[in-house]
């Protein structure tokens, strides 16, 4: 695949912060990227860089082999569509009157088919005429993307745009993302859920501005070089606490499970049952797990102080 989008260095502070610190990665066309972290990581940022809306300070942006400049903003802007964090349409017009007050916008002049296709496409066809203030979480975010589709964009950029969303309508927002990479759409998202980057095809963590790993999502997780042994037990809590203060090891409790990041199932496992026996608490079941990305991203920060 060739390479669609390049950053190099890229630098860009608010005051004394520095929100993109050295930033540097590419993007090949037709894949699914994501750039995943916490708040204040700089994911933002960089998106609205990348869509010519934030002026950096330096480095290097080039979309389509064409430079992020004041001459080549608009000519990149032509082939790209964003969907912001924010839901930013209109809420006193219809979700027909939305999707063609993008059309014009975008200087799309027979819009009709292609606004039915997407409506088709996002299951929203049923509601054309609803006002989008009328609209559930989920219906506001499809109809931001079909907004953001209508000029046919070769690059799309989602900003975290299944946060505050149902789990249904998140599920469906992926089934749609999912038809959108057959057609041959790069997109380009955001997203502080680490569950959501493993389906994408190359992940960038990004902390501080900078990124601290960078790879597909197996690679990542195999990067570390670490275990995770996920035990069941009576007292998940007490046990969590227990393993933070009496070992290294890193732990995280998922409901009745505790997930621990170890060097080495067989050897480590001993040293943690033995640990807890004498704490009076009994290990119902215990099997051995690859890491996730969060317990990559949790080990990596950590690593770096």
């Known amino acids: 695949m060739n390479r669609i989008i390049s950053i190099e260095n890229l630098h860009k502070s608010y005051g004394q912060i520095k929100a993109v610190n050295g930033l540097s990665l590419s993007v090949k066309s037709g894949e699914l990227f994501g750039l995943v972290g916490p708040d204040g990581a700089g994911k933002t940022t960089t998106i609205r860089i990348l869509c010519g809306l934030l002026e950096f300070e330096s480095g290097q942006v080039e979309l389509f082999n064409k430079k992020m400049t004041n001459a080549g903003r608009k000519e990149i802007q032509k082939s790209i569509g964003y969907l912001s964090q924010r839901f930013s349409l209109y809420g006193d017009l219809s979700i027909d009157e939305n999707i063609e007050f993008f059309a014009e916008i975008h200087n799309v002049r027979d819009f009709k088919s292609r606004r039915d296709e997407l409506l088709r496409f996002t299951r929203l066809i049923n509601f054309r005429d609803r006002l989008a203030d ?141 640990l807890l026996n004498e704490n009076g608490i009994r290990i119902a079941a215990k099997r051995s797990l690859m890491p996730s990305l969060e317990n990559v991203f949790i080990y990596k920060i950590k690593e770096a102080g």
């Open 134 to 274: 009328k609209l559930s979480g989920g219906m506001k975010q499809k109809l931001a993307l079909a907004c953001s589709l209508i000029h046919k964009p070769k690059i799309l950029f989602l900003d975290e745009p299944t946060t505050g969303v149902d789990p249904v309508s998140r599920r469906d927002f992926w089934k749609i993302l999912s038809s959108l990479l057959k057609e041959g759409i790069t997109i380009v998202m955001t997203t502080p859920y680490l569950d959501e980057a493993e389906r994408c095809n190359t992940v960038a963590m990004m902390n501080r501005g900078g990124i601290i790993a960078i790879d597909k999502p197996e690679k990542i997780k195999k990067s570390i070089g670490k275990e995770v042994v996920e035990i069941v037990c009576e007292d998940v809590k007490k046990a969590n606490n227990i393993i933070r203060l009496k070992t290294e090891f890193d732990s995280q409790m998922f409901g009745d499970r505790l997930d621990i990041v170890v060097d080495s199932f067989e050897k480590d496992l001993t040293v943690i049952e033995k």
